[in-house]
């Protein structure tokens, strides 16, 4: 159990908290939400111990332990593998000791302590969690040195999930992921036993995988129950916006009908439609309390072109000559696609939006764009090249210059204030933006001469809710192409209408929704798990002439236990997804989940020995 009396922290002048009063009982999930600079990292660097509070307590229950992703990972060559083993303190001494001990009595109570924390299937359990983060098998005995800092981070979210602590924080653990590697953490933390708070702008994660809400407000700590679309119901149902927000969903509802309507009869785009129906099911009020709240978008409508805008003709492409990272690439973009592109990290996504936005061109084959096409690009890295000395009304009006020759005070400031920046905000310098400021501007740029195509790789970075709500409200009223990357589900799920998988060097048509992908993604994670092993048994216990036939008694028996696991796992993953089902008494959660974890081990051993059987 966590307890927080009467906390109090200041920064200078500035109170971030005052008298804050919360209990958080064991196996709480718990979401801290608030706006960008309310104070949810500093309770957590408070509750860790990296901060000292100015009045108050914090306080723990005796033998529990705490845990959080460590931002400062040592630099060193060990192998990922046992960059996350170490991470378990306890077990790494306990080894080192193993290793030194001459008292056989001792010895004897190491390994003991040693089994009774599983050590045993320690290596198995860290190489779950980094394949699951999106690390291949052969990678997990490369030296962490070798790896750049978003990976490393993976590392260190490996190595805080790794430890199971009794409370564990994570701080924008998606940060760093991407798209498949979060629906891989979701369902982690979905059986992750026991109490758990997390600072997050993905509105699907904080959905799916917490029980409470922590909201940092105006210095106040306020504790409610219930996912964040509970608590965004409850919060503008408390402030009387009820009709006011109804009406506002009922303008979205209808743009989405819309599309429903025009291609639920299209065998090509029957799913899309369907996707946006699930989507339509999923709306509430709490869209239209969240878009009433954000910083508004407003991306300038296109005039119509012919379509295709774009056709790739059979076309290799990459960075070094012969080397081409997407081959034989033939795809067309009409005018109204909403298009979102899916893959794991390194895959080709970003080389895709390159090619299409003539800022790579191919090795073989041809594209070939209309002429009046004109497009935007928002890339990420493109905040580093803003000039943090100017202004963004110094930079609008230098854009007006180029493209116009000039421009009134007036239409720069317009162009602006469609994206948030107030005369203030305008003439601040670039440097002292925040992140989402700067990605708003981007987006002001990109827009600013009405492009038939806006090409996102990952927009979402820097924006909090509010201004992710905001994005998919302007991406929606927009009336011309779209080809998004984006880590974040909601906003994939909808904006786009086609779904292109890039994968081995392809591109093509994913046939089903973000749900189909999930189950699709998570099972080739248990695929790639499952090679790894059967290459490393096969490595390890290669066949001579002596070794023995393959029994088949034996494989049909591990197989029907492997089935029956199966089938208890997914009944419990049913269950445990149910609305109610955190709503039944702590206890009875308890026991479910250990249940699931207990499946789980089972299955991973049946597994490896299924695999040892069809070696030999």
């Known amino acids: 159990m966590l307890n927080i009396t009467d906390l109090s922290y200041q920064i200078g002048p500035r109170t971030i908290i005052e008298n804050g009063n919360i209990c958080v009982m064991d196996g709480w999930r718990v979401g801290v939400i608030g706006h960008n600079g309310a104070g949810k990292s500093t309770l957590?660097?408070?509750?860790?111990?990296?901060?000292?509070?100015?009045g108050g307590?914090?306080?723990i229950s005796a033998g529990q332990n705490m845990g959080m992703v460590r931002q400062d990972m040592p630099e060193t060559d060990e192998p990922l593998l046992n960059v996350v083993l170490a991470a378990n303190e306890e077990m790494a001494n306990l080894w080192h000791r193993a290793a030194t001990e001459e008292d056989g009595n001792k010895i004897a109570e190491i390994y003991q302590r040693l089994d009774d924390i599983g050590a045993y299937s320690a290596p198995a359990k860290a190489s779950m969690l980094l394949t699951g983060l999106g690390f291949k098998e052969e990678e997990l005995q490369m030296p962490f040195s070798s790896f750049s800092g978003g990976w490393r981070m993976r590392v260190a979210l490996a190595a805080a999930l790794f430890v199971e602590?009794?409370?564990?924080?994570?701080?924008?653990?998606?940060?760093?992921?991407?798209?498949?590697?979060?629906?891989?953490?979701?369902?982690?933390?979905?059986?992750?036993?026991?109490?758990?708070?997390?600072?997050?702008?993905?509105?699907?994660?904080?959905?799916?995988?917490?029980?409470h809400v922590i909201h940092v407000d105006k210095m106040q700590l306020t504790l409610s129950t219930g996912n964040y679309d509970t608590f965004e119901r409850e919060r503008a149902l408390a402030a009387g916006l009820q009709q006011k927000m109804h009406e506002k969903q009922m303008a979205a509802r209808e743009h989405m009908q819309a599309f429903v309507d025009r291609f639920k009869a299209q065998a090509s785009k029957a799913r899309q439609a369907q996707s946006r129906m699930k989507a339509l099911e999923k709306m509430d009020i709490v869209d239209a309390v969240i878009a009433d709240r954000a910083v508004r978008f407003v991306f300038p409508n296109p005039q119509q072109i012919a379509s295709p805008m774009i056709s790739i003709n059979h076309a290799n492409v990459g960075y070094n000559e012969g080397t081409p990272i997407l081959k034989n690439i033939h795809r067309n973009i009409d005018n109204d696609d909403r298009i979102a592109l899916l893959g794991a990290n390194g895959e080709g996504k970003s080389t895709l939006m390159k090619l299409i936005a003539d800022r790579l061109g191919v090795m073989e084959g041809e594209v070939t764009r209309s002429k009046k096409l004109k497009i935007g690009y928002f890339s990420q890295h493109q905040t580093e090249e803003l000039d943090v000395e100017s202004t963004p009304y110094h930079e609008m009006f230098a854009l007006f210059q180029k493209k116009n020759g000039g421009a009134a005070e007036h239409l720069v400031r317009?162009?602006?204030?469609?994206?948030?920046?107030?005369?203030?905000?305008?003439?601040?310098k670039i440097g002292a933006l925040s992140g989402g400021e700067k990605a708003r501007l981007l987006f002001a740029f990109m827009s600013f001469d009405a492009p038939h195509l806006l090409l996102l790789d990952e927009p979402t970075n820097h924006l909090d809710i509010d201004a992710r709500e905001a994005l998919v409200q302007a991406l929606n009223a927009y009336e011309g192409a779209i080809v998004i990357v984006s880590h974040d589900p909601n906003m994939v799920e909808r904006v786009a209408d086609r779904l292109w998988l890039i994968k081995d060097g392809a591109c093509q048509d994913f046939e089903g929704d973000l749900d189909d992908y999930r189950k699709f993604t998570i099972q080739a994670r248990r695929d790639q798990r499952k090679e790894g092993k059967?290459?490393?048994?096969?490595?390890?216990n290669a066949p001579d002439e002596q070794s023995p036939v393959k029994n088949p008694q034996i494989i049909a028996k591990l197989e029907k236990k492997i089935t029956k696991l199966e089938t208890q796992k997914i009944k419990l993953e049913t269950m445990m997804s149910a609305e109610d089902f955190y709503k039944k008494p702590q206890n009875e959660i308890t026991k479910e989940q250990d249940n699931y974890k207990k499946i789980i081990?089972?299955?991973e051993a049946l597994e490896t020995e299924w695999l040892n059987a069809q070696n030999n």
């Open 44 to 54: 957590f660097k408070l509750i860790s111990g990296d901060l000292q509070a100015d």
């Open 165 to 211: 602590p009794e409370i564990l924080l994570l701080d924008e653990p998606t940060n760093h992921l991407d798209l498949e590697a979060i629906m891989w953490l979701e369902t982690y933390l979905l059986d992750y036993r026991h109490t758990l708070m997390i600072i997050s702008h993905d509105r699907e994660l904080l959905n799916k995988c917490i029980d």
């Open 414 to 428: 317009a162009k602006l204030g469609a994206f948030g920046f107030s005369r203030d905000l305008a003439d601040n």
């Open 57 to 59: 307590a914090i306080s």
């Open 534 to 540: 059967k290459k490393k048994n096969k490595k390890i």
């Open 601 to 603: 081990e089972e299955l």
